[in-house]
């Protein structure tokens, strides 16, 4: 199954439950706008190169459309449009101003140099600078993208229009950034798991937690799990698993791949595992934290953890979906689990806009009390409903986003 069938799915059980007519779903699924460029560039060795970029728009009935921009050399039309959708149902659920969008170019980061992603970055905001901008669209780090590459996109972007530091999020903090952007999303990933093991009658001390990817999202979701106690026993990342099953120590992987290019290949502190391995593990926690599609119906009855934290976007298959479901396992959908990120986007984005900046301390305020009233929100509907956590975030996000269209008479 593609990634879009997957949340096509996803959305028409919830459009089920909101009894929403054929023409509100049309409307729902379709793509504003999307567009293809191509970005040729020179290569370090003299070489001309030429790669595909992708932006797509999906929704902004209920404000600018919000969503990342991803490096991978997986990326496509098919996952960029699915992610794109995933975003407009993640900043209703959270309940921000924004619509949903997402972009992405089919690169390998760890394969070009720095100047290299600099001329690739520079050369896809020539192409669409003219239909993004801070009230139309803002991009933000996403997979193989951070700080820099949003730096280098703000520089390129008010070449052609002016100072405008909200067109982008993500930035450095030297540069207009948000204190706090870049743990943002695994710190809402451990946030809303400790509210969920809360709910769940689990405690933090007893709770062993296995992480897939150790990026942005999965080191920052593991070292803020580790200070709430939890034992995380497990991570990984592309070169493969390292799991202590007394738990490992957290600052030590930190410091570990920091030293070596954000990788982990030849920690020596933890047995050597597959990622396959990780995903079978014997833990009360699983969080796939890396790319798409890791949770299929081959492997979902082999995982052992009652609970699954989707820190990736779109990390689990609907016929696995349904299995863990069957199972009576719990999994927080990521519409809701890494909508951290876009909240604190959020807050650079109002920041900007009035030249002044909030201190972390704020920041990691307002993203609790954000997080948690969606949280509040979305455990509400399942109970009432007797839906899953996901169906009921769909609930929450498709009736917001359907709600708004409607007021405006959009359709
Ligand atoms: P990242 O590029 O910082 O890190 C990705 C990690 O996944 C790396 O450790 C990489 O080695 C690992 N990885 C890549 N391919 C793998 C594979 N085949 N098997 C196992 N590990 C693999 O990316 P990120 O920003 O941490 O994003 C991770 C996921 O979280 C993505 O699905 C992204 O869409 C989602 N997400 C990110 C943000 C954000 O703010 N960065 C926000 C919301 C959702």
Same mark, same amino acid.
């Given at each position: ?209 296995? %992480?897939? &990817?150790?990026? #942005?999202?999965?080191?920052?979701? @593991?070292?803020? +799990?580790?200070? /709430? *106690?939890? !034992?995380? $026993? ?74 699954? %934290?989707? &820190?990736?976007? #779109?990390?689990?298959?609907?016929? @696995?979906?349904? +299995?863990?479901? /069957? *199972?009576? !396992?719990? $999994? ?76 405006? &008479?959009?359709?």
């Amino acid at each position: 199954m593609k990634a879009l069938d997957a949340t096509q799915l996803y959305l028409n059980r919830a459009a089920d439950h909101l009894e929403l007519p054929e023409s509100t779903r049309q409307f729902l699924v379709t793509a504003k706008r999307e567009v293809q460029v191509q970005i040729p560039i020179e290569r370090d060795d003299g070489r001309l190169e030429t790669y595909l970029g992708y932006r797509v728009q999906h929704n902004d009935a209920r404000g600018p459309m919000k969503g990342g921009l991803r490096y991978h050399p997986e990326v496509d039309l098919d996952e960029v449009r699915a992610l794109a959708a995933l975003m407009t149902w993640k900043t209703a659920v959270v309940n921000l101003p924004y619509g949903g969008a997402k972009g992405g170019i089919a690169i390998d980061p760890q394969q070009l140099s720095s100047r290299e992603l600099e001329r690739i970055t520079r050369k896809f905001v020539d192409e669409i600078h003219d239909f993004v901008g801070p009230n139309n669209d803002i991009p933000a780090p996403d997979m193989g993208t951070d700080s820099q590459v949003m730096a280098w996109y703000m520089n390129q972007y008010q070449k052609y229009h002016g100072f405008n530091p909200a067109c982008v999020t993500g930035k450095p903090v030297e540069m207009y950034g948000a204190p706090g952007r870049e743990e943002a999303t695994g710190r809402g990933v451990g946030i809303l798991c400790l509210k969920l093991l809360g709910r769940l009658g689990r405690k933090p001390q007893q709770t062993r937690v296995a %992480i897939q &990817g150790f990026g #942005n999202v999965g080191s920052h979701t @593991a070292w803020f +799990l580790n200070k /709430a *106690e939890c !034992r995380v $026993v497990a991570v990984s990342d592309r070169s493969g698993g390292y799991f202590r099953p007394g738990g490992l120590d957290v600052p030590s992987v930190v410091r570990y791949a920091n030293s070596h290019r954000g990788m982990l290949a030849g920690y020596q502190e933890a047995e050597p595992i597959t990622n396959e391995q990780l995903m079978e593990l014997d833990c009360e926690v699983l969080i796939p934290a890396a790319i798409g599609g890791v949770i299929t119906e081959q492997n979902a009855h082999k995982m052992k953890a009652p609970i699954i %934290i989707e &820190g990736a976007n #779109n990390p689990t298959y609907p016929g @696995a979906d349904d +299995l863990l479901a /069957a *199972e009576g !396992r719990t $999994v927080l959908p990521d519409i809701l689990a890494n909508a951290g990120g876009v909240t604190v986007s959020y807050f650079e984005w109002a920041q900007n806009r009035q030249y002044y900046q909030w201190t972390q301390n704020r920041v990691r305020q307002e993203l609790d009390h954000v997080l948690t009233l969606a949280f509040e929100a979305v455990w509400e509907i399942a109970q009432q409903r007797g839906t899953s956590l996901r169906t009921a975030a769909y609930i929450l996000g498709i009736g917001r986003v359907s709600r708004a269209a409607t007021l405006a &008479g959009r359709m």
